[in-house]
């Protein structure tokens, strides 16, 4: 399951559905603001990822169960997060029963090591040129090392936020603020192809294990 980034549902989260895919995986990616009107919904979805609850918890485990269902699922679902997204499946990782987790420049609570008690196991990655979100990944690998639970997590040095997303053109503005916090326009292709190995093999590992008709 992949869970958009703040932007809300863009052509950049079909390719993101369509690269995981091609890997064989069957994917369902969801709208988060598909309840009325963008800018109430967005607001909405980001206080849920604030508080920890809400719609947007509700509507992930309803499309998680919708996969759960689906006949051509293995029962195994993994849950894949961009920005807002990975704020999202990082909350979503000790909540519902999902196999893993790929957080990808997501929030991590303060209260990490309670927050993440009984969280499925987690690939995550962050940019060292995130200022908002520097520190992220040693914060979650070592709340995710206390707590026993499998992970793989990875800061960047090359890279900002949002490196696996493809972002709208007037968000890439050279005097753009919050371009500039959280270095948005750091890419690094080869960082790029790394964290998409990364998550490959880690949901390889601990999603399609059950899968025996591989």
């Known amino acids: 399951m992949v869970v958009h980034d703040v932007f809300g549902f863009r052509g950049d989260v079909r390719d993101q559905a369509d690269r995981i895919a091609t890997e064989g995986y069957l994917v369902l990616a969801p709208s988060l603001y598909s309840r009325g009107r963008k800018p109430g919904c967005m607001i909405a979805t980001m206080r849920a990822a604030i508080t920890r609850q809400g719609q947007a918890f509700h509507d992930l485990d309803a499309a998680r169960s919708w996969l759960v269902a689906h006949p051509e699922c293995t029962g195994?679902?993994?849950?894949?997060?961009?920005?807002?997204?990975?704020?999202?499946?990082?909350?979503?990782?000790?909540?519902?029963?999902?196999?893993?987790?790929?957080?990808?420049?997501?929030?991590?609570?303060?209260?990490?090591?309670?927050?993440?008690?009984?969280?499925?196991?987690?690939?995550?990655?962050?940019?060292r040129k995130d200022l908002r979100l520097r520190g992220s990944a040693a914060r979650a690998g070592a709340a995710l090392d206390a707590l026993g639970v499998p992970n793989d997590v990875k800061e960047y040095p090359t890279v900002g936020h949002a490196f696996l997303n493809a972002l709208p053109p007037a968000f890439k503005g050279k005097y753009n603020p919050l371009a500039a916090a959280t270095a948005?326009?750091?890419?690094?292709?080869?960082?790029?192809?790394?964290?998409?190995?990364?998550?490959?093999?880690?949901?390889?590992?601990h999603v399609r294990r059950n899968n025996t008709s591989d």
């Open 184 to 205: 948005v326009n750091f890419r690094d292709p080869a960082a790029v192809e790394d964290a998409w190995r990364r998550i490959f093999a880690f949901f390889d590992g």
């Open 76 to 127: 195994q679902v993994g849950i894949l997060g961009f920005c807002l997204g990975g704020d999202l499946a990082m909350m979503c990782a000790p909540r519902y029963h999902f196999a893993a987790a790929s957080v990808n420049y997501g929030a991590v609570p303060k209260d990490a090591q309670t927050a993440l008690a009984g969280s499925c196991p987690v690939v995550g990655s962050w940019g």
